[in-house]
Structures are given as structure tokens and as C-alpha cells.
């Protein structure tokens, strides 16, 4: 165990460090995207999201299929810099994956579940901010 503390240690910071580096992205990007376009319609977290989807698969895939991606560095990618930058991609992907699997009923439980309580839960949480 003492033997791998040092480089479990390493992941951790990596993870951090890409864990920052994907919150700067965030807000850069979506700056960015505001400024062009406005902020008539979440425009900027629509490209954070649709931009997220597009990395996490490309990740996914340079990894897990193509042996290109070492599986440590995949892990402190998309757990550090996407977990940061997006979950909305983890969420696409869980679901594709229930999809693939012709897992009926858990994707549709994924979907509306994360989505009708997450909305709910907001709802709760502003609800709460506000009886504070």
C-alpha cells in the first residue's frame, strides 16, 4: 500500500488540476459563446454540453477502442477535466450505454428521472435559498 500511495497521490492532482483546468474552459467557452450569440437562450451551457458529449466519446473511444489513451490517463481526463467541464456528457453516455444495452426501462428512468428531479431539486433548492 505505501508503494502506491505516491502515484495514487499523482492521480489525484491530476484529477484536480484537470478538474480546474475544465471549470476555466467552462466559463471561457461560455463567455465566449454569450458574447457572440446572447443570452436569449442558454447558449453558452448548450455548447459546454453538446461540446462535452462530442470529447467524452472521443476520449471514450481513443481509449477503449483504439488503445491510444492509456486507461489512467482516460480515468483523469474525463473524471477531471470533463467532470468539470460537463456532466451532462457522463449522463449522454451512461444513457447510450443503456441504450446499446436495450435497457428499456432503466434508460427511460435515467432520462426523465435525472431530468423531472434534477428540475424538481432545483426548484426545492431555490425554494430553500429563499425561506433561509
Same mark, same amino acid.
Given at each position: 500500500?505505501?508503494?502506491?500511495? %505516491?502515484?495514487?497521490?499523482? *492521480? ?12 476555466? &474552459? =467552462?466559463? !471561457?467557452?461560455?463567455?465566449? *459563446? +454569450?458574447?457572440?450569440?446572447? =443570452? $436569449?437562450? %442558454?447558449? @453558452?451551457?448548450? &455548447?459546454? $454540453? ?9 476520449? !471514450?473511444?481513443?481509449?477503449?477502442? =483504439?488503445?491510444? /489513451? %492509456? ?8 473524471? @477531471? ?9 457522463? +449522463? /449522454? ?10 435497457? !428499456?426501462?432503466?434508460?427511460?428512468? $435515467?432520462?426523465?428521472?435525472? $431530468?423531472?428531479? @434534477?428540475?424538481? &431539486? ?7 435559498? =429563499?425561506? !433561509?
Amino acid at each position: 500500500m505505501l508503494f502506491r500511495f %505516491p502515484e495514487a497521490l499523482k *492521480v489525484i492532482l491530476l484529477i484536480g488540476l484537470c478538474g480546474a483546468l475544465g471549470a476555466l &474552459a =467552462r466559463y !471561457w467557452l461560455s463567455l465566449a *459563446v +454569450y458574447t457572440f450569440l446572447g =443570452r $436569449n437562450f %442558454p447558449w @453558452g451551457t448548450s &455548447a459546454v $454540453n453538446i461540446l462535452g458529449c462530442f470529447l467524452f466519446g472521443l476520449v !471514450w473511444v481513443l481509449s477503449e477502442e =483504439r488503445g491510444l /489513451i %492509456p486507461l489512467q490517463l482516460r480515468f483523469i481526463l474525463l473524471v @477531471g477535466f470533463m467532470g468539470s467541464f460537463t456532466t451532462f456528457s457522463t +449522463y /449522454i453516455f451512461e444513457s447510450t450505454v443503456l441504450l446499446e444495452q436495450a435497457q !428499456w426501462f432503466k434508460l427511460g428512468l $435515467n432520462l426523465l428521472g435525472q $431530468n423531472i428531479l @434534477g428540475f424538481t &431539486a432545483l426548484y426545492l433548492g431555490f425554494l430553500a435559498g =429563499r425561506g !433561509w
